[in-house]
């Protein structure tokens, strides 16, 4: 069988061939699948019972989660097979969690982007290999829809031989090419990608890249930032495009807008962007989905963070700071940006709802100060629907969404305790108490299971 790894490490040319080709490809392998497949789930939506261990991606295994929605999860994780070419073997990953079938994003022979089905190698297993790979990737966000799953990858390009990774959200100063990557859920082939900046500044990417669906999921929203003038001046990019679904190609693209790039920070805003620019000037936004452009009435709030402002739809939750003569005097907002109309959101307490780090598909925003605030925000909506009860003696640690539902996670009275609240109750449908950390970290939450720091534990039974 001819293997997919060169014996030497990919070269520079074969990435850029790798970042533009349409592989339309899936490289086959031996299963990785779960001992036992898993079951579909019962009619109810709620998972109330799982079970005692995770099942993917394997103990003592590096591995981050991007998005996950229904039976399929996308993340990154180690393959040994992958370090010769890619550093630590720290690969994307598109995973089918009904039988356990893990593909990676890897490379062929001519530099294009293919899958090949593998197995997550665990810390145990896996033996530092020696330093041959040139290149590093970068995990990104993703979504995903009935058939595709869409992963924005940081590609880096080294002139020597590297042995470590960048692994779930640190940072490096370096610049290389962020890629976004169209995959075929059912099995795995690459139909489309595109290179959507070739000097972007790779990581922490949970805070620097945002990525979502329009309402109607025919095109995809990616916003990329660049933080502060001195990675202007290194040549940092940033990235606001609107690209169509079905190939990857793009509808619009807001340096438009701002071509001349004298912003001294775009920050990525959800579904649009944020510029800002010198001391005292007033940032501006700009939405990705409707083109619209929105100038904050008032200066910039400290050193711009992504806390000024966030776009969802036609809306963009701002915060003004109306103080004078640098006093504080900070005001919350949202706005229409196609009428202009503005609507006080009066409650310092809860603030602002925040862009997820992991896409589940879900239809609210989270504000999660934890452990002292807990809100959950329809889209668009001026107040939260619902918040983290008072009475409720948890305290909250990590928390995930599913329908109307908090997955809490936490500490009561000594113990460890995992809740599932409904928003409109204060009487828990479950309350799991478990050991050694099972559910510590939840991130997300679908019918079919949970993901925490240990990996996905499947679901066992669901409200009746």
């Not at 990737?137 to 002139?159: K, M, R």
């Not at 579904?271 to 700009?286: D, K, M, S």
């Not at 640098?326 to 503005?342: C, K, S, W």
């Amino acid at each position: 069988m001819t293997t997919l790894f060169r014996q030497r490490s990919l070269r520079r040319r074969d990435l850029l061939i790798a970042a533009t080709a349409l592989a339309g490809s899936a490289v086959t392998g031996c299963s990785s699948s779960f001992h036992d497949a898993l079951q579909p789930p019962t009619p109810g939506e709620i998972p109330v019972e799982f079970a005692d261990h995770a099942v993917w991606p394997g103990n003592n295994t590096y591995f981050a989660v991007t998005a996950m929605r229904e039976r399929h999860l996308v993340g990154m994780t180690t393959v040994a097979d992958a370090a010769g070419t890619f550093v630590s073997g720290w690969v994307p990953v598109l995973v089918d969690l009904t039988g356990g079938i893990t593909r990676a994003v890897l490379t062929d022979d001519s530099g294009a982007w293919v899958t090949r089905v593998v197995k997550p190698t665990s810390g145990l297993e896996r033996k530092k290999p020696a330093a041959t790979a040139l290149t590093t990737l970068v995990e990104g966000p993703a979504v995903i829809d009935d058939e595709y799953a869409y992963l924005c990858v940081g590609v880096i390009l080294w002139d020597f031989p590297q042995q470590e990774p960048v692994m779930k959200g640190q940072s490096l100063d370096a610049l290389g090419h962020l890629v976004v990557l169209k995959l075929r859920l059912s099995d795995g082939a690459v139909v489309a990608s595109r290179t959507a900046s070739d000097r972007f500044a790779q990581g922490p990417f949970a805070g620097r890249v945002h990525l979502s669906f329009t309402a109607d999921r025919s095109s995809l929203l990616l916003a990329g930032g660049r933080y502060g003038s001195e990675a202007r001046d290194k040549g940092a990019g940033w990235v606001g495009l609107r690209l169509r679904c079905s190939d990857l190609e793009i509808e619009y693209d807001a340096h438009v807008l701002h071509g001349t790039d004298l912003a001294r920070s775009v920050i990525p805003a959800g579904q649009g962007l944020l510029f800002a620019y010198t001391w005292g000037e007033h940032p501006e936004v700009i939405s990705l989905l409707t083109e619209q452009r929105y100038r904050h009435e008032s200066p910039a709030v400290g050193h711009p963070s992504g806390e000024e402002a966030l776009v969802v739809g036609d809306w963009v939750y701002l915060l003004e700071n109306h103080g004078k003569n640098g006093q504080q005097d900070l005001h919350r907002y949202i706005v229409n940006m196609a009428t202009g109309e503005r609507t006080d959101i009066p409650d310092a307490d809860p603030d602002f709802p925040v862009w997820p780090s992991v896409f589940t598909d879900r239809s609210f925003l989270l504000d999660a100060d934890l452990p002292y605030r807990l809100a959950v925000w329809p889209l668009g909506a001026a107040e939260p629907q619902a918040t983290w009860p008072s009475s409720e003696a948890l305290t909250v640690e990590s928390v995930a969404i599913l329908g109307e539902h908090f997955f809490a996670q936490g500490r009561q009275d000594g113990k460890s305790v995992l809740k599932v609240l409904p928003f409109d109750s204060t009487t828990p449908v479950a309350t799991i108490e478990y050991q050694k950390g099972l559910f510590d970290k939840v991130t997300a939450v679908t019918r079919w299971g949970i993901v925490t720091g240990r990996g996905f534990i499947p679901a066992t039974r669901w409200l009746d």
